[in-house]
Nanobody, 118 residues
Framework: QVQLVESGGGLVQPGGSLRLSCAVS????????MGWYRRAPGKERELVAA???????NYADSVKGRFTITRDNTKNTIYLQMNSLKPEDTAVYYC????????????WGQGTQVTVSS
């Protein structure tokens, strides 16, 4: 059984920082993508940052230069460091691990709320 558990969300003032964590338990075989998505009120879910199987990292244009995705393979944990936060970053952030080659899978965490407000 695979589980993704996010933590680290909360309320922060504009310009502040937060670090999200996603602890992955269970057997994940060669994921094609490991990353973070978010869904803001009234908007579609969007990719924030992700590692790809080719070794690249992808970022949404809106977070480039402010957010950094990292991982600790010894702890099976993915992180999202968020700096210079803006009110428009307010959303529920979800961790995702997916593989579209066989054996395919697509796992999501429960989400963690990030609110940027003064």
């Amino acid at each position: 059984q695979v589980q993704l558990v996010e933590s680290g969300g909360g309320l922060v003032q504009p310009g502040g920082s937060l670090r999200l964590s996603c602890a992955v338990s269970g057997n994940i075989f060669s994921a094609n993508v490991m990353g973070w998505y978010r869904r803001a009120p009234g908007k579609e879910r969007e990719l924030v940052a992700a590692f790809t199987s080719s070794g690249n990292t992808n970022y949404a244009d809106s977070v480039k230069g402010r957010f950094t995705i990292t991982r600790d393979n010894t702890k099976n944990t993915i992180y999202l460091q968020m700096n210079s936060l803006k009110p428009e970053d307010t959303a529920v952030y979800y961790c995702n691990v997916a593989r579209w080659d066989l054996p395919n899978y697509n796992y999501w965490g429960q989400g963690t709320q990030v609110t940027v407000s003064s």
